[in-house]
T-cell receptor, first 116, second 113 residues
Framework: DSGVTQTPKHLITATGQRVTLRCSPRSGDLSVYWYQQSLDQGLQFLIQYYNGEERAKGNILERFSAQQFPDLHSELNLSSLELGDSALYFC???????????????FGPGTRLTVL | AQSVTQLGSHVSVSEGALVLLRCNYSSSVPPYLFWYVQYPNQGLQLLLKYTSAATLVKGINGFEAEFKKSETSFHLTKPSAHMSDAAEYFCAVSVAGTYKYIFGTGTRLKVLA
């Protein structure tokens, strides 16, 4: 158990809909990362937050947005869903040291999103 | 721009045999490199990381990796495979100055009895 929790575990929805994925980081971790894992794209870095502020952006679509709240939990919002958005979405957290390039990331169990 | 390439999407070894999973990186600046393991239906877990200290890095579960700048490689090895090592392994590089992480496409390790 990494200490990172993600809800829900599974989500089935229809095209065009909007969903919210939630992540609670390990106690004390200030950084939260979001990843998308699919068979054709592999593991793609989406976005990172540090102590409530966006720190780095990866291959995140404009239809997707995220935020980190004062209690450090994070939400990933996916809108206008398409079939291709079906994937496993992982949240990870880390201490978030100033030189965070070497941070160990602790991954949650993931949310499996199925878009029908 | 930084990138990682994992050679071999599937590797099979016999139990007790040497495990060698290959990772090559591309980076214009000294890289920070990681190996993560993903067991079925679980998130990723860090095995080890290179942060410019020792070039031979020891990780959990008997794994180690050696950073070779001349070969731009960071291959993962384990002297003797165990059935419990069957999983998917990801090499990753952190993009200096950006806080981004780039993961390889993964290598699925199968251990044969």
């Amino acid at each position: 158990d990494s200490g990172v929790t993600q809800t829900p575990k599974h989500l089935i929805t229809a095209t065009g809909q909007r969903v919210t994925l939630r992540c609670s980081p390990r106690s004390g971790d200030l950084s939260v990362y979001w990843y998308q894992q699919s068979l054709d794209q592999g593991l793609q870095f989406l976005i990172q937050y540090y102590n409530g502020e966006e720190r780095a952006k990866g291959n995140i679509l404009e239809r997707f947005s995220a935020q980190q709240f004062p209690d450090l939990h994070s939400e990933l919002n996916l809108s206008s869903l398409e079939l291709g958005d079906s994937a496993l979405y992982f949240c990870a957290s880390s201490v978030g040291a100033p030189s965070g390039f070497t941070d160990t990331q602790y991954f949650g169990p993931g949310t499996r999103l199925t878009v029908l | 721009a930084q990138s990682v390439t994992q050679l071999g999407s599937h590797v099979s070894v016999s139990e007790g045999a040497l495990v060698l999973l290959r990772c090559n990186y591309s980076s214009s600046v000294p890289p920070y490199l990681f190996w993560y393991v993903q067991y079925p239906n679980q998130g990723l877990q860090l095995l080890l990381k290179y942060t410019s200290a020792a070039t031979l890095v020891k990780g959990i579960n008997g794994f180690e990796a050696e950073f070779k700048k001349s070969e731009t490689s960071f291959h993962l090895t384990k002297p003797s495979a165990h059935m419990s090592d069957a999983a998917e392994y990801f090499c990753a590089v952190s993009v200096a100055g950006t806080y981004k992480y780039i993961f390889g496409t993964g290598t699925r390790l199968k251990v044969l009895a």
